[in-house]
């Protein structure tokens, strides 16, 4: 049987498919429209007849970047115990990582950027929502025990953490942090964290069994796995990893 032929991917789609890895790896302001043409191999003039300009490249990612968070979050609603969360939280960092140039050069971007800065405010928003949702689940399932007060301020420290975390491990280790191959271990360390905040709140066996992935998820069968994944963009590592375990 023959295999079936692949149709070529549009410029357009080729030019921020490039773009989106160079983001990532130089930092945004870091990466001129001469360097995108010369990695694609194609003329300024070619690029500026998709994309007349840088801006448009910027935008038309945090709109992928928004599609893919509104369908991650809608899995809040499915979060019954402490093991769905664990995978909730490494697939939001998994997406995280995907677009990370929008969180290690964000206030850069919202100071210059008009879209980023109006609907940058929705993305907190709807991950405000999705983790209340998450803590509504946990506590309908006798998981958690937390009053409406503690999971409004735990929702929105958790929210902080995630945001926030790509940019504390740059500041930890500027020159390797946000490298491909330091993608498994910078995944698990965000998602831990973020859970950590609700140890308090856990019901004793979660809590058990919130530390029992902890330990799992860090042997090192579990890192190559998330790296892999980080760098496909997946969304399955936490489920990858698991069954390397």
Do not use: C
């Amino acid at each position: 049987m023959a295999t079936p032929v692949k149709k070529p991917r549009r410029t357009a789609e080729r030019i921020l498919d490039v773009t989106l890895e160079l983001f990532n790896r130089f930092g945004e302001p870091n990466v001129s429209t001469t360097l995108i043409s010369a990695e694609l191999n194609i003329s300024t003039g070619n690029l500026y007849y998709h994309y007349p300009a840088k801006d448009l490249l910027v935008d038309r990612l945090f709109d992928r970047y928004e599609q893919a968070l509104g369908s991650l979050l809608k899995a809040a609603d499915d979060v019954r115990d402490v093991e769905d969360a664990w995978l909730f939280f490494h697939m939001l960092f998994e997406l995280i990582w995907q677009y990370r140039f929008l969180y290690r050069d964000l206030n850069d971007l919202l100071s210059k950027n008009r879209r980023i800065e109006t609907h940058f405010q929705f993305v907190l928003q709807e991950k405000n929502q999705a983790v209340q949702s998450v803590l509504a689940g946990l506590g309908r399932s006798n998981a958690i025990r937390l009053t409406t007060a503690e999971a409004e301020s735990v929702a929105t420290a958790m929210v902080v953490v995630a945001t926030y975390w790509l940019s504390y491990e740059y500041v930890r280790d500027p020159r390797h942090a946000l490298e491909p191959e330091n993608a498994g271990a910078a995944l698990l360390r965000g998602a831990s964290n973020v859970l950590s905040l609700l140890a308090p709140y856990f019901e004793a066996p979660q809590k058990q069994h919130l530390l029992g992935l902890a330990q799992a998820y860090s042997k090192p069968a579990a890192a190559p796995v998330l790296e892999a994944a980080a760098r496909r963009g997946t969304t399955q590592a936490a489920t990858s990893a698991r069954a390397a375990l």
